[in-house]
């Protein structure tokens, strides 16, 4: 076991939303299941109650643990796009699979989980500061999905907010 690995907390499709996970984002796999034991709050004997994944590199938990708790903002996996076409492709599968959009590259899994699928030309924007950061800032700000071009012509002071 690894010394330090994200726990997510799922109702019960732990291991429908790790393999959702795999098959869409790379060096991302499901490794063990595990079943209860025995009878628990929120499921029983040998339903899927831990699996065992990777997202893009890192360990991940799914826990099985009913519905007292939910997923919020406050975690959220950001994934860094090279591209229109990456960025186009995570958002898209997330969307098209009972998620939803949000506002500046944020959307939720239909599992409820955050993700920000983030262009590297909005992050290499962000970190130059002053005027780049601002333009680029601002017109993220208008976007849900990320658009690339728009973020590319901010930076060169070609386009603002729409």
């Known amino acids: 076991m690894n010394k330090n690995t994200i726990c997510l907390w799922y109702n019960k499709d732990a291991e429908e939303a790790a393999r959702f996970y795999a098959g869409v984002f790379p060096d991302s796999a499901v490794g063990a299941v595990h079943r209860a034991p ?58 098209d699979n009972g998620g939803t959009p949000s506002a500046c590259g944020w959307c939720k899994d239909k599992w409820g989980l955050s993700w920000q699928i983030t262009p590297r030309v909005l992050s290499e924007a962000m970190s130059k500061g002053g005027d780049v950061a601002k333009r680029a800032f601002e017109v993220m700000m208008t976007m849900g999905k990320i658009d690339v071009a728009r973020i590319e012509a901010a930076v060169r002071g070609e386009a603002g907010p729409a």
């Open 38 to 95: 025995s009878d628990f709050p929120g499921g029983k004997k040998d339903a899927v109650l831990i699996v065992e994944f990777t997202v893009c590199g890192i360990p991940c938990l799914g826990l099985n643990g009913g519905d007292a708790f939910k997923q919020s903002e406050a975690f959220s996996f950001q994934i860094a796009t090279d591209d229109q076409a990456e960025t186009d492709r995570y958002w898209n599968a997330i969307i």
